[in-house]
Every structure is written in structure tokens, then in C-alpha cells.
């Protein structure tokens, strides 16, 4: 099926566009009052489970505030039930059993995704019905170091110490719970595109917690193995490193097609440090959302002017949207993105 709009596509490969494609991490959730309905009568992953409620609000954001890519509803954690994980939402992700030691590392299964999470295959293939070309759809997963992060620890705390004295007080049980991660993160990434995602993103949302020596010898790897297994199917690959404006130097062959960043680095700084080969997503702070239409302005431009015309750059949040972020500031936000975008404009 031909796209009506592909410019997001054509960015990631750095082809010509005629304005600059955007989206927004999490664009789909808490913010829109339309998944705010939704949410009314199903949990979450009621609705990440249910492929015709994933595909309903997926697709929101591409009515509501006129985004250039459609992302997948689901969790980062979704396809960790299949290795065997005790996993539920209360309002966050809590591991009954958390994965500590070699023991339970073992017992973690490599799952055939078309098996152990079908309701994400077919939610894609229903996305992909319904949007009828009229945007790509972005297919996503969490990276190995994120990942253990919670299988680790049992839950979100903050600075994840138990991966992280993992890494140095058991190193070989910590690769080999990476390299199972990255091995199932392939198979599921794979499965993705093979059912319609036009495009994958790898999301580490606490790169940020490593310093640059154990970010090369522990998390690196395993993004690479990800990034070359998938590759021979031709989706786009992006990689989304929350936090590392200090580790972009260390991207530049990571595998990835795009490298997404976070708000604390410039973007034309950010693209000198990952290499100008490579296509960059980024990198307006949320928090900006909540500015009034002249500054929110001001914010796009001086994200723009960072590009200096190079081809290649998608415009996106630093970090997932604000769930009480005004949706009438996020279809803002794109519609300026898309004005000042044009040629001719700036």
C-alpha cells in the first residue's frame, strides 16, 4: 500500500522532505481525552491486550493532533510475560519474582513471539487496516539494559541499583540476562515488522545510568546484536538513548538508522558527537508543551535552527509527553513543527 505521507520514512533514510516530519514519544496515553475514555472501562493492559483497543488508540493521535507516524500501544515490559515473567500494572510494572541470580536468569525462555504475544501482531496488522497508508506505523521494544533494569529491581526505583551492582559483582549472570533479552528483543522485533511496523524504535530509558565504560561493555553490545539481526528486513531502525547526551560519541555504530536524544544536549552539538551519517529524532523538552503559543514557538525554532539544513532529522520530545500536558498544545506543537518546517518559511 503507497503511503499518502511518508515523510517520516524518508527522513529516517535522510532523503528530501518537504517539511520535517514529527511525532511524540508516548503520543498515545494519558494526555488525550479520547484515551482517557477508553481507560474508563479497560485497564491498561486490558488495552494492550486487546487488539482492537490497541489499535483504537494508536491510531488517536494521528486524528486528534495530526502526527507524521503512528507508535504502537503496549508496554516496554509486554513481551517479558513470555520469558516467563510474573508481570503486572499497579499503576507501574511490578515483577512478582524478580530476576537476581543465575538461578532465574536460566529459567528465562527465548519465546516464539507469534505465540507468546499475538494480540501485538494482530493489533499491528488492525492498525495498519485502519490507517488505510495514510502514516507509517512505528513498531517499538525496550533495549536489554532497560529491560533488566525492571526484571532486576521488580519495579521502577529510582537509579535502578540492583542491574547496576549486578554489572560489577556478577558480570557474566548480567550478560547472559542481557543476551536473553537481546535475543527474545530481536525475535520480537522481527515479528513486528513481519506483521506491517514500518519502522522500529529500541527504546533505553536509562542509558542515562551508566557511565560510558560499562554503557560500552554491557548495554552496546547487545543494541548491536539487536540492531544487525533485524536489519536484513529494511525497516528503519531507531535507537533512543534517554540521558546519554554523554554516551552519543559511542552510537555512531551501534547499528541504528536514526539515534533519538534526550532535551539536555543542542541538537547540532548531539549530531557532531553521534556522526552526520546518521539520522537524529529530537529533542524539544515536554515540559515545554506547557508554554503559551509564542514561546512554545520560540522552542521549535531554536530546535529547527539546530538541523542548519541537513537532511535526516525527525522531530520529536526528549522524552515521552507529560500525561497532564494539554492535548491542544501537542496538536500545537505539530502544526508549528510543520509550518516552520516548509521550505521557505524559516
Known amino acids: 500500500m503507497k503511503l499518502k ?74 513481551p517479558a510475560e513470555g520469558m516467563g515473567i510474573d508481570l503486572a500494572f499497579s499503576p507501574g510494572p511490578v515483577i512478582a519474582q524478580p530476576v537476581r541470580d543465575r538461578k532465574g536468569v536460566e529459567a528465562l525462555r527465548i519465546p516464539d513471539p507469534r505465540e507468546s504475544v499475538p494480540y501485538v501482531l494482530d493489533a499491528i496488522r488492525l492498525v495498519r487496516e485502519r490507517l488505510d497508508g495514510r502514516v507509517p506505523l512505528i513498531g517499538f521494544a525496550g533495549a536489554p539494559f532497560t529491560m533488566a533494569a525492571y526484571l532486576v529491581e521488580g519495579k521502577s526505583k529510582h537509579g535502578f541499583p540492583g542491574i547496576r551492582s549486578m554489572l560489577y559483582r556478577d558480570p557474566e549472570t548480567a550478560d547472559l540476562l542481557l543476551g536473553k533479552i537481546a535475543d527474545m528483543t530481536a525475535a520480537y522485533l522481527a515479528a513486528q515488522i513481519e506483521a506491517g511496523a514500518q519502522a522500529v524504535q529500541l527504546f533505553e530509558s536509562w542509558a ?26 529494511g525497516a528503519p531502525r531507531i535507537y533512543y538513548a534517554g540521558g546519554g547526551g554523554a554516551l552519543l560519541h559511542l552510537l555512531s555504530d551501534c547499528g541504528a538508522d536514526v539515534i533519538g536524544v534526550d532535551w539536555r544536549v543542542p541538537l547540532g552539538e548531539a549530531w557532531k558527537r553521534i556522526g552526520q551519517d546518521m539520522a537524529i529524532q529530537g529533542n524539544l523538552d515536554p515540559c515545554a508543551l506547557f508554554s503559551p503559543a509564542d514561546r512554545l514557538e520560540a522552542e521549535v525554532r531554536t530546535v529547527l535552527d539546530g538541523v542548519a539544513g541537513r537532511w535526516g532529522h525527525i522531530f520529536n520530545l526528549g522524552h515521552g509527553i507529560q500525561p497532564d ?14 509550518k516552520l518546517s516548509r521550505w521557505g518559511v524559516r
Open 325 to 338: 500536558t494539554p492535548w491542544e498544545n501537542a496538536r500545537l506543537l505539530v502544526e508549528t513543527v510543520h
Open 208 to 233: 542515562g545510568l551508566l557511565a560510558g565504560r560499562e554503557f560500552e561493555r554491557f548495554a552496546l553490545p547487545h543494541v548491536k546484536r539487536i540492531m544487525e539481526a533485524i536489519a536484513p528486513l
Open 5 to 78: 505521507n511518508d515523510t517520516f520514512l524518508r527522513a529516517c533514510r535522510r532523503e528530501e522532505v518537504e517539511r520535517t516530519p514529527v511525532w511524540i514519544m508516548r503520543q498515545a496515553g494519558r494526555y488525550l481525552p479520547d484515551y482517557m475514555k477508553v481507560r474508563r472501562d479497560h485497564s491498561f493492559q486490558e488495552v494492550c491486550k486487546t487488539p482492537e483497543l490497541a489499535a483504537e488508540v494508536t491510531i488517536q493521535p494521528v486524528e486528534k493532533i495530526g502526527v507524521d507516524a503512528a507508535i504502537l500501544f503496549a508496554d516496554i515490559l509486554t
